[in-house]
């Protein structure tokens, strides 16, 4: 260790057991430490341990109470050298005087170099920023001090820079404030140079450096953010002229509309904006010390039109709770303090065009108690006002953000199908994890836990993990789009699958106790999907191809302290990943643009071919009538030039003079 502080960790039950520290020497005769006994204390010398207990696993803390200033004259209680502290300690863990475990610990320990003397409040004189640097050593922060790897520090003394002479500070902040700037005639030696550099470079002192003013004139405000405001819309009259596909619902207040939904981190968002068209289901976790009330049910909802429409709230009262109820902790107080809590909300939007016509919520009301988890369900649904039951209307040519992957069984009775990834509650296992399906245009990633001990066979292990895995995909087709035909097989395109293990592969069958390779421990699912057109101004995406593939993992046993016949975990993920095609494939190269590639201005600096490009229309770096003036006189000159240059020219004006 090289500073006063260092933790580590003691694994195990630490009932019972007793931690001491010791200060060990080193045998002069024979050059080995001495053998340590479990009749230590907590303190040694200037050393303090302290023990904080936890569940299966303590952490062990070992702190040095001792001064690290550097010895001013006439004082004690300090360091005389810059290396201040050379020991070595053990630290022992006993029970009934049987050594469970020891930690050896080499303490080298520099002296602190902080100043801590009286500091002069003399004013310094900032220099103008405009006409030479601020401090010919940027890194010297403290005043009448020694900062670690400044160089330039004038503070720093000879013993000290042995310290850290190696890893000194670089650049302007090390002390090269003037460093030499490309421009400069003496930076001719610098590779890639032009041959046209001398007739271009700068001769200038360092003094004069570019880099000198590079700061900012104008006030600092303090910015106003005001919560999910759109301020643009403050124009009189009627705000709104519908919703797009994706667009925030809007409040009465010019507020967004909101209901907790699940980031991407897989955590709940309690002020989530509702996108219009966009259906979700989530699930959230939550406690009655955490517990938190939404929005309102009485907010105003707009309509897409400027119109203000009301929710219309049905409210339930749970009385089986052991549906949202996961997870009840065993409580040792006298009472008990309950909450009626939200356990669910169901919204109903019923649309229409870019309008929202209804609002229909349905609350579902419980009772909360300390020591319970519950876990919240809020759902949102878009219905179309023409449609006639609650079925989703097949009127959508593609796909949209957000909406489930349609799957099916061609060759099956039942041509259902489903393409899900796991949902995991509570501990995370997979007995207990439940399925939530693919959306289409999110990717995602989840996971559970499998329970393995340590004599599994491997074989049974592969199978069990494939068996878990294959479950999500309940599928031989994918619907192409939103719309697609059970009854036409031309809209629905074959998954395809990459077994994972096939006949190149060797996969080893020997058996290692707590050692199994070649585990399909990882379920990648991809699907290609391409824009096919739009329907007011809505893209329109549709599916060309779903591929699924596994990767393998090595599984090794995790043992504690000793290996016993208990139980380890194997993770298992699922992956959905969704790559956009060009619908149609682009143009090819052309030979010329293969061959000829300085006249392409996509991969050069110069483009020939937009040399008069400042004199045509979208040219917009000054106005056009300037840029069309000052290409005249450059095309009078580059003429009156190549007049001046010919032959002729010199004769009549040789016979004009005569």
């Given at each position: 260790?090289?500073?006063?502080?260092?933790?580590?960790?003691?694994?195990?039950?630490?009932?019972?057991?007793?931690?001491?520290?010791?200060?060990?020497?080193?045998?002069?005769?024979?050059?080995?430490?001495?053998?340590?006994?479990?009749?230590?204390?907590?303190?040694?010398?200037?050393?303090?341990?302290?023990?904080?207990?936890?569940?299966?696993?303590?952490?062990?803390?070992?702190?040095?109470?001792?001064?690290?200033?550097?010895?001013?004259?006439?004082?004690?209680?300090?360091?005389?050298?810059?290396?201040?502290?050379?020991?070595?300690?053990?630290?022992?863990?006993?029970?009934?005087?049987?050594?469970?475990?020891?930690?050896?610990?080499?303490?080298?320990?520099?002296?602190?170099?902080?100043?801590?003397?009286?500091?002069?409040?003399?004013?310094?004189?900032?220099?103008?920023?405009?006409?030479?640097?601020?401090?010919?050593?940027?890194?010297?922060?403290?005043?009448?001090?020694?900062?670690?790897?400044?160089?330039?520090?004038?503070?720093?003394?000879?013993?000290?820079?042995?310290?850290?002479?190696?890893?000194?500070?670089?650049?302007?902040?090390?002390?090269?404030?003037?460093?030499?700037?490309?421009?400069?005639?003496?930076?001719?030696?610098?590779?890639?140079?032009?041959?046209?550099?001398?007739?271009?470079?700068?001769?200038?002192?360092?003094?004069?450096?570019?880099?000198?003013?590079?700061?900012?004139?104008?006030?600092?405000?303090?910015?106003?953010?005001?919560?999910?405001?759109?301020?643009?819309q403050t124009s009189p009259g009627k705000l709104f002229t519908g919703y797009r596909q994706g667009d925030p619902i809007m409040t009465e207040e010019n507020e967004y509309f909101t209901i907790p939904q699940q980031s991407l981190a897989g955590?709940?968002?309690?002020?989530?904006?509702?996108?219009?068209?966009?259906?979700?289901?989530?699930k959230c976790l939550s406690d009655r010390a955490s517990y938190k009330e939404g929005l309102p049910h009485d907010v105003r909802i707009n309509s897409g039109t400027g119109d203000f429409i009301q929710q219309n709230v049905i409210y339930r009262?749970?009385?089986?709770?052991?549906?949202?109820?996961?997870?009840?902790?065993?409580?040792?107080?006298?009472?008990?303090?309950?909450?009626?809590?939200?356990?669910?909300?169901?919204?109903?939007?019923?649309?229409?065009?870019?309008?929202?016509?209804?609002?229909?919520?349905?609350?579902?009301?419980?009772?909360?108690?300390?020591?319970?988890?519950?876990?919240?369900?809020?759902?949102?649904?878009?219905?179309?006002?023409?449609?006639?039951?609650?079925?989703?209307?097949?009127?959508?040519?593609?796909?949209?953000?957000?909406?489930?992957?349609?799957?099916?069984?061609?060759?099956?009775?039942?041509?259902?199908?489903?393409?899900?990834?796991?949902?995991?509650?509570?501990?995370?296992?997979?007995?207990?994890?439940?399925?939530?399906?693919?959306?289409?245009?999110?990717?995602?990633?989840?996971?559970?836990?499998?329970?393995?001990?340590?004599?599994?066979?491997?074989?049974?292990?592969?199978?069990?993990?494939?068996?878990?895995?294959?479950?999500?995909?309940?599928?031989?087709?994918?619907?192409?789009?939103?719309?697609?035909?059970?009854?036409?097989?031309?809209?629905?395109?074959?998954?395809?699958?990459?077994?994972?293990?096939?006949?190149?592969?060797?996969?080893?069958?020997r058996n290692f106790n707590g050692i199994c390779p070649d585990i399909p421990a990882n379920l990648n699912i991809r699907i290609i999907f391409a824009d096919v057109g739009a329907v007011q101004g809505i893209p329109q995406q549709e599916i060309?191809?779903?591929?699924?593939?596994?990767?393998?993992?090595?599984?090794?046993?995790?043992?504690?302290?000793?290996?016993?016949?208990?139980?380890?975990?194997?993770?298992?993920?699922?992956?959905?990943?969704?790559?956009?095609?060009?619908?149609?494939?682009?143009?090819?190269?052309?030979?010329?643009?293969?061959?000829?590639?300085?006249?392409?201005?996509?991969?050069?600096?110069?483009?020939?071919?937009?040399?008069?490009?400042?004199?045509?229309?979208?040219?917009?770096?000054?106005?056009?009538?300037?840029?069309?003036?000052?290409?005249?006189?450059?095309?009078?000159?580059?003429?009156?030039?190549?007049?001046?240059?010919?032959?002729?020219?010199?004769?009549?004006?040789?016979?004009?003079?005569?």
């Open positions: 260790m090289s500073g006063p502080r260092v933790n580590s960790f003691f694994h195990g039950n630490s009932s019972g057991v007793n931690f001491s520290i010791i200060l060990s020497s080193v045998d002069e005769e024979t050059g080995r430490l001495q053998l340590a006994n479990c009749s230590g204390s907590k303190r040694a010398g200037g050393w303090n341990l302290n023990v904080t207990p936890g569940v299966n696993i303590s952490k062990v803390t070992v702190s040095l109470t001792q001064n690290l200033q550097l010895c001013l004259p006439n004082a004690t209680d300090c360091c005389a050298t810059p290396l201040c502290v050379v020991e070595t300690l053990q630290v022992l863990a006993c029970r009934d005087s049987v050594m469970l475990a020891h930690l050896l610990i080499q303490a080298e320990i520099y002296a602190n170099s902080s100043f801590t003397g009286n500091v002069s409040e003399n004013a310094t004189v900032i220099p103008n920023q405009v006409f030479q640097p601020l401090g010919s050593c940027p890194c010297d922060l403290t005043a009448g001090a020694c900062d670690v790897r400044c160089c330039c520090d004038e503070e720093c003394t000879p013993d000290l820079k042995q310290l850290f002479n190696g890893s000194c500070f670089t650049g302007v902040f090390g002390g090269d404030v003037n460093p030499p700037f490309d421009q400069l005639c003496s930076s001719q030696s610098m590779e890639y140079t032009p041959d046209w550099f001398p007739f271009l470079c700068v001769q200038s002192s360092l003094n004069n450096t570019p880099f000198l003013g590079y700061f900012y004139h104008g006030s600092t405000s303090t910015p106003r953010v005001p919560p999910f405001k759109i301020p643009l955590q709940c968002v309690g002020n989530a904006p509702v996108a219009y068209l966009q259906n979700f289901d989530v009262t749970i009385t089986d709770t052991g549906k949202f109820i996961t997870e009840s902790e065993s409580l040792h107080t006298a009472e008990i303090l309950c909450q009626n809590v939200t356990f669910a909300e169901h919204y109903t939007f019923i649309w229409k065009d870019k309008n929202i016509e209804r609002i229909n919520v349905t609350v579902f009301l419980g009772s909360l108690c300390d020591g319970e988890i519950l876990t919240q369900r809020f759902t949102a649904r878009f219905l179309n006002l023409d449609s006639t039951n609650a079925a989703e209307p097949l009127g959508n040519p593609g796909y949209q953000v957000g909406k489930p992957v349609r799957a099916a069984n061609i060759n099956a009775s039942e041509t259902f199908g489903s393409l899900n990834i796991w949902q995991p509650v509570g501990r995370g296992l997979c007995t207990s994890a439940t399925y939530t399906p693919v959306l289409f245009g999110l990717d995602s990633l989840s996971g559970c836990v499998l329970e393995v001990g340590i004599n599994e066979d491997c074989s049974f292990l592969r199978g069990n993990v494939t068996e878990k895995l294959n479950s999500l995909i309940q599928a031989t087709h994918v619907g192409k789009r939103d719309n697609s035909n059970y009854s036409d097989i031309n809209d629905w395109v074959e998954i395809i699958r990459l077994d994972p293990f096939n006949s190149d592969t060797n996969v080893s069958t060309l191809a779903v591929q699924i593939s596994y990767s393998t993992v090595i599984w090794q046993f995790q043992c504690g302290l000793i290996c016993e016949n208990s139980i380890s975990f194997l993770p298992i993920t699922a992956s959905v990943q969704f790559i956009k095609v060009p619908a149609q494939p682009p143009v090819p190269m052309t030979r010329f643009q293969i061959n000829y590639t300085e006249f392409d201005c996509n991969r050069n600096d110069v483009c020939w071919p937009q040399l008069f490009y400042p004199l045509t229309r979208f040219y917009t770096g000054e106005p056009y009538s300037q840029s069309l003036a000052k290409g005249l006189v450059l095309a009078f000159l580059i003429l009156l030039a190549a007049i001046m240059s010919n032959p002729w020219f010199s004769k009549i004006w040789n016979s004009s003079l005569i």
